[in-house]
């Protein structure tokens, strides 16, 4: 369950990100997940209810937004369509995965005192 080490990864970002701000308090995180980065969206929610208390992150809202795979050609950008061989119909060249596979903390949602 790697779902656990990504939570970890995120509460220390947040921690990074609001610093030595005193009294700052954390309302919400929000991050986004690509459909292929191999995260089960359940299982993280999980995994944050279980790490969160205790945390700057232990009163903040969890907001998962997916992203889906987008492939395109690597010389001329074009979108390779979902479900299609992955390889350009006009270059011929093998379609490179643009989006989908990230993990990234978008936003951070915080009072400061």
């Known amino acids: 369950m790697h779902e656990y080490s990504i939570i ?3 509460v ?3 921690a990074a990100a609001v610093g030595t701000r005193t009294g700052a308090v954390v309302h919400g995180v929000h991050v986004t997940i690509g459909e292929l980065a191999g995260v ?3 299982l993280l929610a ?3 209810d279980v790490f969160r208390p205790g945390t700057l ?6 907001t998962i937004d997916r992203t889906p795979a987008r492939w395109e050609c690597p010389r001329c950008r074009r979108a390779i369509e979902r479900g299609a061989f992955l390889r350009c119909a006009l270059c011929n060249e093998p379609a490179h995965l643009a989006t989908g596979d990230e993990i990234m903390l978008q936003r951070i949602e915080l009072e400061v005192a």
């Open 8 to 10: 970890q990864s995120l």
């Open 12 to 14: 220390d970002s947040v």
């Open 40 to 42: 089960d969206c359940t």
């Open 46 to 48: 999980t995994a944050y």
């Open 57 to 62: 992150c232990e009163r903040a809202e969890l």
